[in-house]
């Protein structure tokens, strides 16, 4: 079956690094496109990230952009998300999720199987 | 970016009677392939999303019948025939047709 485990979060300082890691089984992983999705406590979904199928294609938020870099090794069918410069305003916890691009980068946002999701917590 | 808005932000729901959440976007959803993509997802406390409807209509594998979806355009609704103690949570809906990025609506609180 889809599996998406989520591993590396934490407490980190305001303006320290956090990397997440998203490690699938049960499809074809190097075929798939992994989007990063937070929730802040108490808070709706916020879309982060996104990394097509080859790495070709990355798009970030707004808030995010400059500071994260999604990355996929498909040797290891893991997704990262390397967070710097990280705010009090990045607590939350955070998803992956998969999405499939059949031509290859016009996603279809399937948004079908989700990690457990990881907590990061930014504070002194 | 497209907005999502959601209504009502929280809905107090009666066992066994139906249930309706609704969902505007700031733009049409249509797609230039033609396909409109608005999921709906449900997620219990503690607990990660769960998608529930794709393309507007379209009810996951293992989804209750008694989920539905539904609209077009800007306008769309997820309609639940007859609440079950299990449905109680948080619904999202999310346009995926204009992107990036893919936005979310606030979610709405189902309760009894």
């Known amino acids: 079956q889809v599996q998406l485990a989520q591993s590396g979060g934490g407490v980190v300082q305001p303006g320290g690094s956090l990397t997440l890691s998203c490690a699938a089984s049960g499809f074809t992983f190097k075929n798939y496109a992994i989007h990063w999705v937070r929730q802040a406590p108490g808070k709706g979904l916020e879309w982060v990230a996104i990394i097509s199928y080859d790495e070709a294609i990355k798009y970030y938020s707004d808030d995010v952009k400059g500071r994260f870099t999604i990355s996929k090794d498909n040797s290891k069918n893991t997704v990262y998300l390397q967070m710097n410069s990280l705010r009090a305003d990045d607590t939350g916890v955070y998803y992956c999720?998969?999405?499939?691009?059949?031509?290859?980068?016009?996603?279809?946002?399937?948004?079908?199987?989700w990690g457990q999701g990881t907590l990061v917590t930014v504070s002194s | 970016d497209v907005v999502m808005t959601q209504s009502p932000p929280s809905l107090a729901v009666t066992l066994g009677q139906p249930a309706s959440i609704s969902c505007t976007s700031s733009q049409s959803l249509v797609h230039t392939d033609g396909y409109t993509y608005v999921n709906w997802f449900h997620q219990r406390p503690g607990q990660s999303p769960r998608r529930l409807i794709y393309?507007?209509?379209k009810r996951d594998s293992g989804v209750p019948d008694r989920f539905s979806g539904s609209g077009s355009g800007t306008n769309f609704t997820l309609r639940i025939t007859r609440v079950e103690a299990e449905d109680v949570g948080f619904y999202y809906c999310m346009q995926g047709s204009h992107w990036p990025p893919w936005t979310f609506g606030q979610g709405t609180r189902v309760e009894f």
């Open positions: 393309k507007v209509s």
């Open positions: 999720v998969r999405d499939w691009a059949p031509g290859g980068y016009d996603f279809l946002s399937w948004f079908d199987f």
